[in-house]
Structures are given as C-alpha cells and as structure tokens.
C-alpha cells in the first residue's frame, strides 16, 4: 500500500504537486521529523534548478498550482531567473491565465526579447489580437528588436482593414530585419495580406518563396479560397501536387471549401476518400469542410450523418447543418435542430440566429416566425442589425407586415440593407404607396439606395399596377449611379405586360443594353397569356425554350395560352413536347396551420382523417356563394392547367380545401393563414374575395408571386396580380 508523505507545517510552502509524486513510501507509519529532514535534504538540490521548475511547471493544469509554483520561485529567488520566468507565461498562456502571464511580465526588469516573444504569444493565442499588437508597439519603444519568433505570433494578430496597416508595417521592418529569406516569416505575411483581403499581394509574397514548405502552399491557397477565387485555390492545388508536396488537413479544408464553392461534389466526394485513407475523418475542421460541402450541393442527410457522428461539435458545426437544412427546403429540420442546440446549452452566434430565421421564412408559419421573435427578444441579438434585417424578411413572408414594420421601427441603427428590406416586404405585399412613402423616408434620413431597394420598389409598383411611378423609378436609378440588373428590366417587363402594353414591354426588351435572360421573356410570356397575343407569347416561350429547356412553368404558360384561344393543336404540341423531355406539370398543394401543425392539401384531397368534415363544410360553403350570386368562371379552367387537373370542378383546388378546414377548426372571426405552391387562379380569387365577406373571416393567401389579404370582400391585390 502506497501513502503519501504527511507534509509538516514548516514546509508547507513545498509545491505539493511536486511533493505527492516525488516523496512517497510503502511503510505504514508516518514520517518522524528527523525522517522527513533527511529526505528534504536528498531533493534539495532539486528545488534549487531551472529542470525542477520548468518539470512542475509542465505537470501544472490550474490556476491554483501556479499561485503554489509562484510562491516557491519567489522564496528560492528565482524570480528574475528569464528561462523560469519565460516558461511560466508560457504555461500560464495556455492555461488561459493570460492575465497572470501579464503581471508576471510587467513585474521583470528589462525584459528581453525571449520575454516578450511569450507574453506576445500569449495574447495572439488567446485570440486578443489588439493587445498583441499594443505589446509589439510598446516592445519598439523600449528599443527591443524582433527576431524570427516574434514575428509570426504579430502577423497573427494582424487581420481586417484596421490592422491591414500594421501587418504592412511589419512586412516592411522584415526587410530591414534581415527575414526576408525566412520561410516561416514570410509565411505569416501570406496569412496577413490573406486574412485582409489582399490576395494580389500574398500572391507577390509566395511567388518570392525560395524554399516552399506545406504551410506556404496551403497559405496561399486558403488566401483564394478564403476570397472568393475557389478555381484558382484549385489550380494552385494542383501545381503544389505536381511538385509531389503531399498535402495536411489544414489544405485540405482549403480545398474542401473550394469545391464546395463551384458545388462541384463529385471532386469533394473524391477527397472526402482520401481524408478517410488518412485517418482524418474525425478532425473538427476537415468534418465542418465536409458536412458544407454536402449541405450546399443538396445532400444535407449526408450532412446530418457526419454532423451525429461527431462525439463534440462546436457552434460552427451546429451553423453548418442549420444552414444547410435552411438552405434546402428543409425548413421544420432547421428549427427543430436549432431547438436541439439550446436545449443541450449551446450559445447560438449571429449567424445561427439568421439561418433558424431564414428557416421560419421559408416555412411561413407565422407561429414559429412569433416564437423566433420572441426569443430573439429576450436574447443578446435584440439590437443586432443583422438579426433584425432577418426579422422582417421572416415576418414580411409569413404574412405579417404590420409585424415587420415594428420591427423595422425598433431597430435603432438602420442601414441601406434593413431599409430595403422593409421596401421589399411592401412590395410583396402589394403595398406600393407604403413602399414609395419609406422610401422618401429613407432619403430624407440620408440613405442612399441600392440595387435592392429599387427591385422593391418596382416589384410594388408592379403588384399595384403603377405604370407611371414605376416607371418614374427606374429611370431614376441613374440619378444614384446604379446600373440596372436583370431584376429591375424583368420588373419593368412585367409593370409594362401586367398593364397591357405589351408592344411597349417588347419595344423596351430589344432596346435594352444587355441580353434578355429567363427571367425577362417569362414576364413577357405571362403577359401574352393574360392578354391572349399568341405571336408575342410564341416567341418568347422560343427563347425560354432554349435558355431554360426544362423548366415545367414555360411549357404550362404557353400551353394555357393556347388553351385560351381554344388552339387545342397548339396544347396537344406542347405535351407532345413535355412529354419527348421527361417533364410534367407541377401538382398544386396548398397549406394551413392550425395550432402549430401545418395541413397540406392537394386538390380533391381525401387523405385527411377529417375530410368527411371537410368536404362537408366546403359542400355548405359552396351553398352559400351560389346563394349569394357567385357563378364560377369555367375559362379559368383553361388559364389554370398548371395549377390544377383540368377533368377536376373547380371548387375541389386545393385552397378551397383548406378554408373549409381552417373554418371548422378554428374559432370564429380567426383570420385564417394559407400557403400555396402555385399561383392562385380567377376563380378560387374571386369566391375567396366573396367567402371573406361571408364567413366574416381575414383570409391571408400567400401565392408563388405575392400576399393576397382578403377581407370584406376585397383583396388587397386590388384584383391586380
């Protein structure tokens, strides 16, 4: 049985963690004092050497051991030794007692530079990048010269545009200095200009490099990756594989993220192998690269499996796969793993935040957009303008504007981006006249309008049909020095085809200054249906057939067109057509919630298990319009076969379906809350306009291209979309 010494009270002051493994017996009873002075005098000589020091130093795990180290230094006067010195900050560095490492520091007289270079490092590793750099500065003025180890550590804290200025200063004194023929050095200063945004001049750096080590390759080519120049981090790749370098892990996230930015899986999957072959699988790093890689391009079950698999994963990691569930329709997954992160304590960035809203966005539940804000209100993201931006995007889209605005109102700092995006949620709510007043708002707080703010304001005016003031919008555009994109000509089109000028919307398409794209002769096909101008929707559904030969929308635009004028032949050709390329129209569904539970209909939908209620309270609905003058427009029929199966009565599409559920399920006067995948079509419009008025119900439509609000029937679209 082996016990440990029983230390008396005159040597209390002994570093027990140096005592309890150094001095140790099998005997059973206890040291007498003569005994234990004997012993003493055996390891005295130990207690009085920089190895006996620098060996409990290495053993130290706690703040505590330290005060114990300390006070044994002191006592045995070693407490201007430089090595003893030097070592502890080290140790305390990495302990994360960086504030003790300082005091210790500041306590020695004249310290030089092997002093300086650990109290540096200190800081740099603890990621306090201006103290670093404060202590660097301070180092010159006391007349204490770099050398090759303090360089690095300063380069390190050099990061952003702010610090752009010192890493350059530090570039220069390596000349002066005599590093310029250092590779770890120079690497530092690859990393810098890297980390700054300035990849032209990490390039000059590299290509200076005599002797290229993997860190000079992977430097660099992280210096692309991380800047958006993913083909050329691969090319350099490749030249650094043609000088048989053999890459780390450290290059091979860079090359990881780099095809994650081109998509390209099938490359990422090859080197998803090779990190397998190297037995990397489980570093952090490589298995954040590999789980993006897989939720960008679609794969986000790939994602899910490597994200369970690890035993610790970080905020990145969770942002990752929150990200990418949000990023891929996988919207319910998005917030239920968000729910996940908080329940297992996990403190949720910014970035976390925007992704879980984004999620709530696409969803279009305004109960879980109202659970999103309420935490955020209670969160330390209240005030963030990122967050915030996000929140009314969110809110805009699940149907509430009026929660938007007040959100919009309580953000204190407003930027270009959240004004624009409270433009944009007017103008998908058709709410031109808002959108115009925030607008002149927004100038007369001096911000100055972006691209984006003009694509809301033009889409407002295209919802509300104001040819005139939107028109008027565009062409000032130029007075803010922004050049038009394909969004702000595709508004226009539409403006211009939704108001009947189509001769106009084509005069305006062949005189534009750059080549129409898909998105441009959509809106003029959709314009040619509405007005029935078969030459006009003919060939622009020519040119959608070869910019975008697999889109179902153009095919079904152009077969109701034909549809419309009763060219049955022309309808039997675009099937034919479908048909001979694999596609076929898009079933409609649309969607309800109730209490927290989203219920998806399709039409003539029977898979509910209260169908036999609703088809019942949709039969009595239906009672009521006739009753009240409606008569069902049966051309609609033809306008609609994307939407709908043409053999199918109107009054079974999907929406129709989903009133009559919400109605039975909810009490009365509850403004109900319905997501379609489609566009609404005549008919299913002008009963829902009617239904309102009857039921005495808000009925809130959200369509493929807007918010419709129906209420004492009428619609906010001011029959207009």
């Known amino acids: 049985m082996v016990r440990s010494l029983t230390i008396p009270k005159t040597l209390t002051t002994f570093p027990r963690i140096y005592l309890s493994t150094k001095i140790q017996t099998s005997n059973l009873q206890p040291f007498t004092d003569h005994e234990l002075t004997n012993r003493w005098n055996i390891y005295y000589s130990d207690f009085n050497s920089e190895s006996f020091y620098t060996s409990l130093l290495d053993r130290s795990t706690c703040r505590r051991h330290l005060h114990q180290i300390h006070s044994r230094i ?375 309008p972006n691209d984006v703010t003009f694509i809301g304001l033009l889409t407002s005016c295209n919802h509300a049909g104001l040819v005139e003031e939107g028109w008027g919008i565009f062409n000032s555009m130029k007075d803010y020095g922004i050049v038009p994109r394909h969004q702000h000509y595709a508004c226009v089109v539409d403006l211009l085809g939704r108001a009947g000028c189509l001769d106009k919307a084509y005069e305006f398409i062949t005189n534009m200054p750059i080549k129409p794209g898909v998105s441009i002769w959509g809106a003029l096909l959709s314009a040619s249906r509405i007005y029935r101008h078969v030459a006009l929707g003919e060939y622009s559904a020519e040119q959608l057939f070869s910019l975008d030969p697999y889109n179902t929308g153009h095919y079904v635009q152009l077969s109701n067109l034909y549809a419309s004028v009763y060219m049955w032949s022309g309808v039997a050709r675009v099937r034919v057509l479908m048909k001979e390329r694999g596609l076929s129209k898009d079933m409609g569904c649309s969607m309800i919630e109730i209490e927290g539970k989203l219920h998806v209909f399709r039409m003539g939908d029977r898979s509910h298990p209260r169908s036999d209620e609703i088809f019942e309270e949709h039969k009595r609905l239906d009672r009521r319009l006739k009753e009240a003058g409606f008569v069902a427009d049966m051309e609609s029929v033809l306008h609609d076969l994307s939407y709908e199966d043409m053999e199918e009565s109107l009054w079974n599409h999907s929406e129709r379906l989903a009133i009559a559920y919400g109605i039975i399920s909810t009490p009365f006067g509850t403004t109900l809350r319905i997501t379609k995948n489609l566009r609404a079509c005549v008919n299913c419009h002008a009963a829902i306009k009617l239904i309102s008025r009857l039921e005495k119900r808000e009925i809130v439509v959200r369509d493929a291209n807007r918010f419709h609000h129906f209420k004492d029937g009428e619609c906010s679209c001011g029959d207009y979309w």
């Open 74 to 448: 002191i006592v045995n006067g070693f407490q201007c030794n430089g090595f003893i010195v030097t070592k502890f900050i080290h140790i305390s560095s990495n302990l994360g007692e960086i504030s003790y490492a300082r005091k210790l520091f500041d306590k020695f007289p004249e310290p030089y530079v092997f002093l300086w270079n650990a109290i540096i490092r200190g800081y740099s590793k603890q990621n306090m990048f201006k103290e670093a750099i404060a202590l660097y500065t301070q180092m010159q003025k006391v007349g204490v010269g770099p050398d090759c180890f303090t360089l690095p550590h300063v380069l390190k804290a050099c990061g952003g545009a702010a610090a752009l200025k010192v890493g350059k200063a530090v570039h220069g004194q390596i000349f002066r200095r005599g590093f310029e023929a250092d590779v770890f050095v120079q690497n530092g200063v690859v990393a810098v200009y890297a980390k700054c945004g300035r990849v032209d001049n990490a390039r000059i750096v590299f290509e200076g490099l005599g002797d290229r080590t993997i860190v000079s390759w992977t430097s660099i080519i992280s210096a692309y990756a991380q800047n958006g120049q993913p083909v050329e981090a691969l090319r350099i790749f490749k030249t650094m594989r043609s000088y048989g370098m053999q890459p780390d892990w450290i290059t091979l996230v860079s090359v990881i993220s780099a095809y994650t930015d081109i998509e390209d899986l099938g490359q990422g999957k090859s080197f998803h192998s090779c990190v397998i072959k190297m037995g990397l699988e489980f570093e952090p790093d490589l298995r954040i690269a590999l789980t993006t890689l897989y939720a960008k391009c679609g794969h986000v079950m790939i994602a899910k499996s490597l994200f369970d698999e690890m035993e610790i994963s970080n905020v990145i990691m969770w942002n990752t796969m929150i990200s990418g569930f949000a990023k891929n329709g996988y919207s319910n997954e998005a917030i239920t793993l968000f729910e996940k992160m908080l329940s297992k304590k996990l403190t949720p960035d910014s970035v976390t935040v925007c992704s879980t809203i984004l999620a709530c966005a696409h969803l279009g539940s305004l109960e879980e957009a109202r659970k999103m804000g309420e935490y955020i209100d209670k969160s330390n993201y209240k005030f963030d303008v990122f967050v915030n931006t996000a929140l009314i995007d969110m809110y805009a889209k699940c149907g509430s504007i009026h929660l938007a605005r007040k959100v919009f109102d309580e953000t204190k700092t407003k930027d270009i981006v959240v004004w624009s995006a409270m433009i944009v949620g007017y103008g998908l709510h058709g709410k031109a006249q808002e959108a115009i007043n925030l607008f002149h708002l927004m100038k007369q707080a001096n911000v100055t």
